[in-house]
């Protein structure tokens, strides 16, 4: 008997026994079957710890994220083969785009973030605090990479999507993954992880892969492990719910199903665009993945004067979706994921038939293409309607896994927030409106329950990503029911596999553990100054300190004519009375410009390319005319850039702290700003 393989330990073994039996879903015939019995799975969690976990902590950012970049372009040659088992899920190719290169796409998306981090393996977390009055005594958050391994627990609607997602994230933090998809389409993954392994692009260990039961994997996590959840919300209950979970307090975080809704704002009428809009929104959503999406749409809420021609309009639009297998190019859903699946899926529409009652769709059979209906998994498109959605609780508590939703009307726009929210809790909502009065309340009031809110119209609408789809950028996730978590979010979702610590000690000190310039730490001057340096040759804290510079009124005015900036205060002959000045005072952008004709050496070519822009400048105290300013330069930190194409100026990005004294020695102006510097290779 075929057997699916895990990969532990650095090599590929089969569990032990007969384990679960996996099928084609469009078929119905035998693919193989998955076993995790026999599998040591203390062993597998320490062989992560102990050999991938050091490993990724001594890469920087730059490395990880070249890493993760390089494993994208490699899965990217192999893609015909994973389209070719992916239909084997029911998947048509447009579902499959969605999980195979959606997810190799969260692989480039996190690899490019590196950009955002320091050439370093760990990282600051926002500005440093002062913590004295005599600047001796400070602080700053670091984030580093945790010791231990995450443990992904997937569900089984995105066997790639919800792997790759998961680990660019954990891996470019610097942490090793053991990835758990759910067993019913685990040969996906298995055929994906294969190639991961083959490339021998990561660290040993870097990824594990059980096809199969977890087993007894969660009694031997520690604290400085992290869990993640993708499921049923009954599900993420009892694994959050493990005894070693509450006794090492282990990060864990859930992203269950939900009960998310999509609103037809009171405005929206059968001739605007955005009734179009709101259909075709609908259709996706019960279609795509046969409606096995966490993030689909379950409630459908309208005006009850709109009510019956929304019934028509959804109902016509479902029809036109040919179902069957989706190998055939003019299927447009494929089947549900297994014939258990389909068992599940009809137990909880027969729950929501207690209130409701089918307008769309049959509960018993299926017209299929190119295929047996009794022999895949197979269900119709199944439209509901309750007509009494605040006395009814079947909508808003169960959801039923499949291309399955509930059309409710509602009086006022008041009640559809309500409504929204009587979901306690989901992943995504939209409203469709061309009002942004409209827009504005349901976000505003109904944010507190939804993890993201999309706002559709005919402006966005072609260019949407839609209702159901998270992205890298944006935290996925929502309060309540939906679990409570958050997955990606950009850097957000890095530091979730990172701890936080709060550093204490002088500006030196503080400089020498970051690696990044801390302001009143002590600065070195070589005599070269630090334009002429190229970027291997600067240091931390290099740094001069300027001749200085009286600026008059007379400078003044010029830069006011130049500049064609007049501002009241910058004139001589206006009345300061009742102003924040006594008198004529300096443009901010001159003193920093004047600044800058202190500090830049500008007689010969340098390492220094260009000017890349200002990240901070604040004015702290005015200058008027007769004062005489000077300005300590101080390298803050430097981040080594990628070659894009062959015949590129080797280069990176250096910041440099920029702070402006007047003749008191008070500071003036404060400002980062950064320059693209050459370097030697």
């Not at 490395?63 to 372009?73: E, H, I, Y």
Request: aromatic fraction near 8%.
């Amino acid at each position: 008997m075929k057997k699916l393989q895990n990969y532990v330990l650095g090599k590929w073994i089969e569990g032990d026994g007969h384990g679960q039996a996996l099928y084609n879903a469009v078929t119905g015939e035998f693919i193989g079957a998955a076993s995790t019995k026999g599998l040591d799975f203390a062993a597998i969690l320490d062989y992560a710890r102990s050999t991938a976990n050091p490993a990724l902590r001594k890469m920087t950012f730059h490395q990880r994220g070249n890493m993760l970049k390089a494993l994208a372009l490699h899965l990217r040659n192999h893609l015909d083969k994973f389209y070719e088992i992916s239909y084997q899920t029911g998947a048509t190719k447009a579902d499959s785009w969605v999980d195979i290169e959606g997810g190799i796409g969260n692989l480039f998306s996190y690899a490019s973030l590196r950009r955002k981090f320091p050439d370093e393996f760990f990282c600051t977390d926002g500005e440093s605090i002062g913590l004295s009055k005599g600047n001796s005594f400070s602080a700053q958050h670091i984030l580093v990479p945790k010791e231990g391994v995450a443990i992904h627990i997937n569900a089984f609607n995105f066997p790639v999507w919800g792997m790759l997602e998961k680990i660019a994230v954990n891996l470019l933090a610097g942490m090793p993954a053991v990835v758990k998809p759910a067993t019913i389409t685990s040969f996906l993954t298995e055929a994906v992880v294969k190639e991961i392994i083959s490339s021998n692009i990561l660290p040993e260990g870097a990824v594990q892969l059980i096809c199969g039961s977890a087993g007894d994997i969660l009694e031997h996590v520690t604290y400085q492990d992290v869990v993640t959840f993708t499921g049923s919300a009954s599900t993420g209950l009892m694994l959050k719910s493990q005894k070693r979970i509450l006794e090492e307090n282990v990060p864990f975080n859930m992203e269950a199903d939900s009960l998310n809704c999509i609103v037809l704002g009171n405005d929206v009428s059968p001739d605007m665009p955005e009734w179009d809009i709101f259909i075709k929104e609908i259709r996706k959503e019960m279609t795509s993945k046969a409606g096995q999406k966490c993030t689909a749409i379950r409630r459908i809420f309208v005006p009850e004067n709109k009510m019956e021609d929304l019934q028509k309009a959804l109902s016509q639009a479902l029809a036109q979706t040919t179902i069957g297998n989706p190998i055939n190019d003019r299927v447009r859903m494929g089947s549900l994921a297994g014939q258990s699946q389909k068992i599940e899926v009809k137990a909880q529409v027969q729950k929501l038939l207690a209130s409701s009652q089918i307008i769309y769709g049959s509960f018993d059979s299926v017209q299929v293409m190119d295929a047996d209906a009794n022999k895949g998994a197979f269900i119709s498109p199944l439209l509901l309607l309750n007509e009494n959605p605040f006395q009814s609780n079947e909508p808003h508590e169960v959801e039923a896994f499949g291309p399955v939703s509930t059309l409710m009307p509602y009086k006022n726009f008041s009640d559809a927030i309500l409504l929204s929210k009587k979901g306690k809790g989901s992943l995504c909502s939209s409203i469709v409106t061309a009002d942004t009065k409209i827009a504005k309340e349901y976000v505003l009031n109904a944010a507190t329950h939804h993890g993201r809110i999309l706002i559709l119209n005919r402006e966005c609408a072609k260019e949407s990503t839609g209702h159901g789809s998270p992205l890298p950028s944006l935290v996925h996730g929502g309060p309540g029911r939906a679990g409570g978590g958050e997955e990606m979010g950009g850097l957000r979702g890095v530091k979730h596999y990172m701890q936080r610590v709060a550093v204490q000690g002088s500006p030196n000190f503080l400089t020498a553990v970051t690696h990044q310039y801390q302001q009143y730490a002590k600065g070195y001057t070589d005599g070269i100054h630090p334009f002429k340096k190229y970027l291997e040759e600067l240091q931390i804290g290099d740094q001069i300190i300027t001749e200085k510079r009286v600026i008059t009124s007379a400078d003044i005015d010029r830069f006011a004519d130049l500049s064609g900036d007049h501002f009241y205060a910058h004139l001589k002959s206006t009345d300061f009375t009742d102003t924040m000045f006594d008198h004529q005072v300096a443009h901010g952008y001159f003193i920093m410009s004047a600044a800058a004709g202190l500090f830049v050496d500008s007689y010969e070519k340098n390492p220094v390319l260009l000017n890349y822009g200002i990240d901070e400048l604040r004015f702290t105290k005015p200058v008027y005319a007769g004062s005489e300013i000077y300005v300590r330069f101080t390298c803050k930190e430097k981040v080594s850039q990628d070659k894009k194409e062959e015949n590129d100026i080797p280069r990176g990005i250096v910041k440099w702290m920029v702070e402006i004294f007047d003749e008191m020695d008070e500071l003036v102006g404060l400002a980062t700003i950064l320059t693209m510097v050459r370097r030697k290779a």
